[in-house]
């Protein structure tokens, strides 16, 4: 478990958020932009350690989810705190973690891991995240056994940040493989957004 520092990491970490905050400074989201996207996902892949921010804010902290299921474990040993309700159906758990909160509470630098029968078949983008820029996961839908489907908010340089202008809709298949299972993502379709919160 990290340690929470005092009023000086306090002020270590409002810098560091400035700097995130700046245009520009955010994960490659090109690969949802490609007709055919490269898998980063492989079987018996571990989990990634959580990003380093140098400080959590303690009331941000205290309001993470709590450890439920065995495959909180893994995430929370490498650093993540949990956030949200995690999905499950079929033998698939998506749990979402984030390395830090922004000044508001929303996650900065997360990410959604896919568990297969307990094992790690992947996460449903490449990189880390960061809420209200582009590419940011907005929400996951478990299908059945072997589908999973997500939406990124894709964001216009002219867009506020409360709304972004389109939307990406990604197709995942889940390959049960001699090595473990792994999550595949199929396709991607870019549109714009309409009623997005």
């Known amino acids: 478990m990290r340690r929470i520092a005092g009023p000086v990491a306090a002020a ?3 810098l560091i958020m400035l700097t ?5 400074v955010q994960a490659d989201n090109s690969w949802l932009d490609c ?9 018996g892949m571990e989990v990634p350690a959580a990003p380093q921010f140098g400080f959590a804010d303690p009331r941000f902290v205290e309001r993470a989810r709590p450890a439920e299921t065995v495959e909180d474990g893994p995430l929370l040993d490498t650093g993540w705190y949990l956030f949200a309700p995690y999905q499950a159906g079929w ?8 390395g830090s909160f922004d000044g508001m509470g929303r ?5 959604a891991f896919v568990f297969v029968d307990g094992t790690l078949a992947g996460t449903l983008a490449p990189d880390a995240m960061m809420a209200r820029t582009d590419g940011a996961l907005d929400r996951i839908v478990v299908g ?3 589908s999973l ?13 409360c ?5 990406s809709e990604v197709q995942y298949r889940i390959e049960r493989t001699e090595d473990g299972a792994v999550l595949v993502p199929v396709s991607v379709r870019t549109r714009v957004a309409s009623g997005l919160e």
């Open 12 to 14: 270590g970490y409002l």
């Open 20 to 24: 995130f905050d700046a245009p520009g």
């Open 35 to 43: 007709e055919a996207i490269a898998n980063w996902n492989r079987p």
């Open 91 to 98: 033998g698939i758990k998506v749990i979402q973690g984030t």
């Open 107 to 111: 996650p900065w630098g997360y990410q």
């Open 144 to 146: 059945d056994h072997q």
């Open 149 to 161: 489907f997500a939406t990124f908010r894709r964001y216009a340089a002219s867009d506020p940040l």
């Open 163 to 167: 709304c972004p202008s389109g939307i």
